[in-house]
């Protein structure tokens, strides 16, 4: 059969228990009393341990696997919900999230005449960071009665923030002398993301009366999307096939410009700004908030959507990201983005596709968007294959790092032998130790030195082996994780876990993980319908040389466009973060590294690198300026070194079809030219007899049958047809009454997955078949498999092609006698038993109590009729039993208990 992936335990634990608190900003979530599992002749039950690190920003990282163990299975978690909560109060309007880095600025809901609210018979008048001329001089709030301003505040204003979302800002009026009190007016701002810039609403009101004064206090609740704080989105991902994917040098920053998307209609007068995994940098006139892409369409700034979901990969590569909620669009919908990127060996930039309703598509076709690989190096070194950054820890050497945890003290070093005078005394064979454990007298080797570095994911990690026995048949080791945090210079390791094999688990980090390589948008939108895209330009495994000269040849300059300079081998020294170097003799000075995207002077496009390194002035940092001329015949040509004003600011001028408005161009015969290369498509060869079938992604009773520059044959839509949609007619209904009660299946269909049967009993000559399985629809695409258009029940031999062995059914059955569930398909395969009859498989649900809704097992093959049987709760009778706050549901066979939610009412 082939390769599938198939579930293997269904319960790798419970959730009896919160969060323990492991040390500050550290946690551990622990799920036990999972499936039975034996271990070394032990019965034990599977157990998950989730230890979570406090991880400062709007990125989200998903859980990674750390080991499995004695039944035990541990992953590691870095993430800001295992932050502790922090205040932040200053007396200015803009305020840093600490967990996020996001700045929440409340100068953008300045008026110039306030916002107004009535309760309790009175209006109230209030400015958000600026003054209210009603209120008088220097005010930013008062009550008004009958138009005249009363208890004005103003006077001192402070904003406080907290993590857990609370965001404060608090007037407080004149000193009233006689009583040492002020009046005060306090605003809690709630995250809408439908209220710009916001509302106010009064929501208490405390008068506090005091000889010859009244103390007026009023909380009021201020609504607006700019306080929403965007969710943590993982821009590290898995596909189904284990392959992980990493976006994050996508992300653009508040030092950044937006990635501007280009597009060929020179009709439409319009822009489109677009950020991956966290919200827009601050863009003059977009709408505030959390958005992941605004339009200026007409001169008119438009939300095309808020960052909040994690980007999905399709069965085929692709990573679709979604951006929904923007402004309204029509009377009932709302504007929406959908970026979807493509594995390319270029750095890309996205395009505009086409506008589908009140959704704008985008393709971006980019080398982000491949598989991320693993690798190893030597020598305390490990290249990332993706940016050819070279990550180098040989700084960290010759040095101990020592780690307490509760018991024991940790001495560690990196890529090489401990100084320390510990563990010496052991008999190592002339090998160094790298890991050694001490308790008090007690010293143990834990790891024997190594300088191999694994860059798994955005982790590097180093395996320190051979330490000294443990529990009688284990070897001590150390993992050591190192993490990328910019801040660390060079951090320090942290002791996470020993895991029952006695493996030492440390975290690290440190800005030595940290891949310098730094990207910018590369594409330039003049907003009257031309684009320009410089992508094609960018590097990612050599640099541009820039034309030597003839008048110095001593010097040689480097320049990547849009992206910093790859590292090359060799005696390579120009700095990670320069764009754009020389080389004079053994020297390498930067030049400038990548600020912000191409801009438009003159008539040409201008890209400018600064903060390289210091000028000879002292003064001032060295700079570039490279100015892109378009020329159509210049197709591979390389930049020319203009002017060198005082060794500090560098021009370079570079002449380019890139540098050239985008162009469309239409031809016949499937056959077109680009028309920046004069290079010819021909896609003829993509023709296929029989053409191809794709099933729609959410109503999969649809189909589409398409071919490529040829028509489609016997689609039933016509001789000349290119693309034939058949959508079933008839929905299958996938329930049965039994009496009074009704049996459901639905909660069996599988939407996106499939259901697997083995038997070895099928007589096969060619071995032992797989059986695919869906119920009420068809198959879902099987990767590797080819099971034909439209079957719900397909066989694939060992040997030959998938066979269709049930496709229509009328839904499920009950036998009036026996009370049996059962479901029949019915195939358009010929039996080989019976060439008059077709295949048809039956299904036969049995009754199974327990929380798994289990999974089909071949039975036999009789005659034409291949029978399966499913033991499931879902056919079961159900009761509920409760008692005090506990409810026993007897199909599931468990009990929920609700007691823990129950409290004191104070």
């Not at 689609?715 to 009704?742: H, M």
Request: aromatic share 8%; net charge negative.
């Amino acid at each position: 059969g082939s390769t599938k992936e198939v579930v293997s335990v269904s319960n790798m634990g419970i959730s009896k228990r919160g969060p323990i608190i492991e040390g500050r900003d550290r946690l551990l979530l622990e799920f036990s009393d999972g499936s039975v599992c034996m271990s070394d002749g032990q019965k034990l039950s599977y157990t998950t341990r989730i230890h979570l690190v406090c991880s400062r920003g709007t990125v989200s990282m998903g859980p990674r696997f750390l080991m499995y163990q004695n039944c035990t299975a541990n992953f590691m978690w870095e993430t800001r919900a295992a932050c502790a909560i922090s205040t932040t109060k200053n007396n200015s309007c803009a305020v840093v999230d600490p967990n996020t880095g996001l700045e929440l600025n409340l100068q953008l809901l300045a008026s110039k005449t306030g916002y107004k609210t009535r309760a309790n018979g009175k209006d109230f008048l209030v400015n958000i960071c600026s003054d209210v001329a009603e209120c008088g001089q220097g005010m930013a709030g008062c009550e008004l009665e009958d138009g005249h301003p009363s208890s004005p505040v103003g006077v001192e204003k402070t904003l406080q923030y907290s993590t857990d979302g609370l965001l404060k800002l608090t007037y407080k009026g004149p000193l009233d002398d006689p009583t040492a009190t002020r009046d005060t007016f306090t605003i809690n701002f709630v995250c809408d993301p439908n209220s710009h810039p916001g509302s106010l609403k009064l929501v208490r009101e405390d008068l506090s009366s005091l000889p010859n004064h009244v103390v007026h206090d009023v909380l009021f609740e201020f609504s607006t999307a700019l306080a929403c704080i965007p969710a943590p989105v993982d821009c590290q991902f898995s596909d189904s096939q284990g392959n992980k994917y990493d976006l994050s040098h996508l992300i653009r920053d508040n030092n950044d410009s937006p990635w501007i998307a280009i597009e060929t209609d020179r009709v439409k007068s319009r822009t489109f700004f677009i950020n991956v995994c966290k919200p827009l940098p601050p863009l003059q006139d977009c709408p505030v908030g959390p958005l992941g892409a605004c339009g200026v369409i007409d001169g008119k700034h438009y939300n095309l959507g808020y960052i909040q979901s994690t980007p999905q990969v399709a069965e085929g590569g692709s990573i679709s990201i979604m951006y929904q909620n923007g402004d309204p669009c029509g009377p009932t919908s709302r504007y929406s983005t959908r970026i979807i990127l493509e594995c390319d060996d270029n750095p890309g930039s996205p395009m505009f596709d086409r506008e589908d309703g009140c959704e704008y598509v985008f393709i971006w076709r980019t080398s982000e968007a491949c598989p991320i690989r693993k690798t190893q190096g030597d020598n305390c070194r490990v290249r990332d294959p993706k940016t050819g950054y070279e990550f180098d820890l040989s700084s960290l050497k010759g040095r101990d790092y020592p780690v307490r945890n509760d018991k024991y003290i940790y001495h560690l070093s990196v890529c090489g032998g401990l100084q320390r005078d510990v563990c010496s005394s052991k008999d190592t064979g002339g090998r160094s130790v790298s890991s050694c454990q001490v308790d008090g007298n007690s010293h143990k080797i834990a790891g024997m030195a190594n300088q191999v570095l694994s860059y798994v994911g955005d982790q590097l990690i180093l395996n320190y082996t051979d330490g000294d026995t443990c529990h009688k048949i284990y070897t001590r080791s150390t993992e050591i994780f190192f993490s990328c945090h910019p801040d660390r210079h060079p951090g320090t390791p942290e002791f996470i876990k020993e895991t029952p094999d006695c493996t030492y688990m440390f975290s690290w980090p440190t800005a030595l993980a940290c891949v310098p390589v730094k990207t910018t948008s590369c594409s330039y939108n003049d907003g009257q319908g031309h684009s320009y895209d410089l992508s094609t330009l960018a590097m990612d495994s050599r640099n541009w040389e820039v034309e030597p000269s003839t008048v110095d040849t001593t010097k040689r300059f480097y320049i990547n466009v849009c992206r910093s300079l790859v590292q090359q081998e060799g005696l390579w020294k120009c700095p990670s973060s320069a764009a754009s170097c020389v080389k004079v003799g053994d020297k390498y000075v930067s030049l400038g590294q990548v600020e912000s995207g191409p801009t438009w002077d003159g008539n040409v496009l201008k890209l400018q690198y600064t903060s390289g390194q210091a000028c000879p002035d002292g003064r001032r940092n060295r700079s570039s300026i490279i100015r892109f001329k378009c020329d159509k015949d210049r197709v591979d040509s390389r930049p020319t070194l203009i002017s060198a004003l005082e060794d500090c600011v560098y021009t370079f001028l570079w002449l380019t079809a890139a540098a050239c408005p985008l162009n469309s161009t239409q031809h016949d015969n499937c056959r077109v030219t680009n028309p920046a290369t004069g290079h010819l498509f021909d896609l003829n060869a993509l023709t296929k007899d029989g053409g191809y079938t794709v099933y729609h992604h959410q109503d999969h009773r649809k189909m589409f049958r398409m071919n490529i520059c040829g028509s489609v044959t016997n689609s039933g839509c016509g001789p000349d047809t290119a693309v034939c949609i058949k959508d079933a007619s008839t929905a299958v209904k996938c329930s049965v009454q039994n009496g009074s009660t009704l049996i459901d299946l639905t909660p069996l269909i599988h939407v996106n997955g499939y259901y697997t049967a083995t038997d070895e009993a099928v007589d096969q000559s060619d071995g032992s078949p797989d059986f695919y399985i869906n119920i009420c629809l068809p198959l879902n695409p099987i990767p590797g498999v080819t099971c034909p258009a439209g079957a719900a029940v397909c066989m694939d031999p060992d040997s030959g092609p998938p066979v269709d062995i049930g496709r229509t059914t009328s839904g499920p059955e009950i036998n009036s006698e026996t009370g049996e569930v059962s479901i029949t398909y019915h195939s358009s395969t010929k039996c080989a038993a019976d060439p008059e009859q077709n295949y048809t498989s039956t299904i036969i649900f049995t009754c199974q109590r327990g929380l798994e809704l289990g999974s089909p097992q071949m039975l036999r093959l009789q005659e034409c009729v291949y029978l399966f049987e499913w033991a499931t709760p879902i056919v079961c009778s159900d009761a509920t039993n409760t008692s005090d706050c506990h409810l026993t549901d007897s199909q599931l066979q468990f009990t929920f208990d609700l007691s823990a939610l129950s409290s004191e009412v104070q």
